[in-house]
């Protein structure tokens, strides 16, 4: 599917062109992320897969300091906060150019790391239901923010799939949430649909057919599906051995028009970006 839209983000004054899908690199510094491998929490580690993924072409880090798994437990302001401090310092330290991504539902968290780390967006799987001043507080920062669709919490939102209609609905959380950014200034949107968060196996794979349908609301879009269940559970598997269910689907998001990934796995994200483009791009 081509598109026709040429979508820009303005991250702190760098234009980001999305006429290409780009690709956002996962850096966790959690200590229980559902993808072991991708847990990194010393200063090495963390810096050596930042060079790693920006040496293989992503064009985002995307560092998060609360895992979202499904029944992820709770963890306060503080541990949240000590966790990204150093990393995030690091980072700037040594890659000072690089386009930083934060995943937080956490308005204080949102406004700390953009104050003192220059952090360019913010990622909030929550999409504005757990922190009533976020939106207002992107607005304020002129952050580009990443809304995502959830129902409930990490802790309770696999209880929560019962949907009237799931596209419907999704469609609706976004144009309901979009008119309120908007409003208050917000300028750099970005949709995830928020594969695993509220949905059943089959209800990410219709998720996923028709994502083309975000398009008509008018932002571009990000998908997430980088290791997670609905891929390892239908193959039986686990997360470390869902890297080609992974590239099968970002190729099915790319060619349903998905502007950017964000994956654990950043060569074989961009392979698939080329492929895809040379496909579509073909008289």
Same mark, same amino acid.
């Given at each position: 599917?081509?598109?026709?839209?040429?979508?820009?983000?303005?991250? !702190?004054?760098?234009?980001?062109?999305?006429?290409?899908?780009?690709?956002? /690199?996962?850096?966790?510094?959690?200590? $229980?992320?559902?993808?072991? +491998?991708?847990?990194?929490?010393?200063?090495?580690?963390?810096?050596?897969?930042?060079?790693?993924?920006?040496?293989? !072409?992503?064009?985002? +880090?995307?560092?998060?300091?609360?895992?979202?798994?499904?029944?992820?437990?709770?963890?306060?302001?503080?541990?949240?906060?000590?966790?990204?401090?150093?990393?995030?310092?690091?980072?700037?330290?040594?890659?000072?150019?690089?386009?930083?991504?934060?995943?937080? =539902?956490?308005?204080?968290?949102?406004?700390?790391?953009?104050?003192?780390? !220059?952090?360019?967006?913010?990622?909030?799987?929550?999409?504005?239901?757990?922190?009533?001043?976020? =939106?207002?507080?992107? /607005?304020?920062?002129?952050?580009?923010?990443?809304?995502?669709?959830?129902?409930?919490?990490?802790? *309770?939102?696999?209880?929560? *799939?019962?949907?009237?209609?799931?596209?419907?609905?999704?469609?609706?959380?976004?144009?309901?949430?979009?008119?309120?950014?908007?409003?208050?200034?917000?300028?750099?949107?970005?949709?995830?649909?928020?594969?695993?968060?509220?949905? *059943?196996? $089959?209800? #990410?794979?219709?998720?996923?057919?028709? +994502?083309?349908?975000?398009?008509?609301?008018? =932002?571009?879009?990000?998908?997430?599906?980088?290791?997670?269940?609905?891929?390892?559970?239908?193959?039986?598997?686990?997360?470390? #051995?869902?890297? #080609? !269910? *992974?590239?099968?689907?970002?190729?099915?998001?790319?060619? #349903?028009?998905?502007?950017?990934?964000?994956?654990?796995?950043?060569?074989?994200?961009?392979? /698939?970006?080329?492929?895809?483009?040379?496909?579509?791009?073909?008289?």
């Amino acid at each position: 599917m081509k598109t026709d839209v040429a979508y820009q983000l303005n991250l !702190g004054g760098k234009l980001l062109d999305l006429s290409t899908p780009k690709v956002m /690199a996962i850096i966790n510094v959690t200590p $229980d992320s559902f993808y072991s +491998i991708s847990r990194m929490l010393s200063e090495k580690e963390i810096l050596t897969n930042v060079e790693k993924a920006l040496q293989e !072409g992503a064009s985002i +880090i995307d560092m998060g300091g609360y895992s979202t798994r499904p029944s992820a437990k709770q963890i306060s302001e503080g541990e949240e906060l000590e966790r990204l401090k150093s990393p995030l310092k690091a980072i700037r330290k040594h890659f000072s150019e690089t386009i930083l991504s934060v995943d937080t =539902f956490r308005s204080s968290i949102a406004r700390y790391v953009v104050e003192e780390f !220059g952090v360019q967006m913010i990622n909030d799987v929550s999409g504005g239901t757990l922190d009533n001043e976020m =939106f207002e507080t992107v /607005a304020n920062l002129n952050v580009a923010y990443v809304l995502m669709h959830m129902r409930g919490t990490p802790e *309770t939102m696999q209880q929560l *799939t019962d949907y009237e209609n799931l596209m419907s609905d999704v469609l609706h959380f976004f144009e309901k949430r979009v008119a309120q950014l908007i409003h208050l200034g917000v300028k750099d949107i970005l949709l995830d649909p928020g594969f695993g968060f509220a949905k *059943t196996l $089959d209800q #990410n794979y219709e998720l996923l057919s028709k +994502i083309s349908y975000l398009k008509e609301l008018g =932002f571009p879009i990000l998908a997430g599906v980088s290791r997670k269940s609905m891929i390892y559970n239908l193959l039986e598997t686990t997360p470390g #051995n869902a890297l #080609n !269910g *992974t590239t099968v689907l970002n190729t099915l998001a790319l060619l #349903n028009g998905v502007n950017i990934l964000r994956v654990h796995d950043v060569q074989e994200a961009m392979e /698939a970006v080329k492929i895809v483009q040379k496909y579509l791009n073909q008289p």
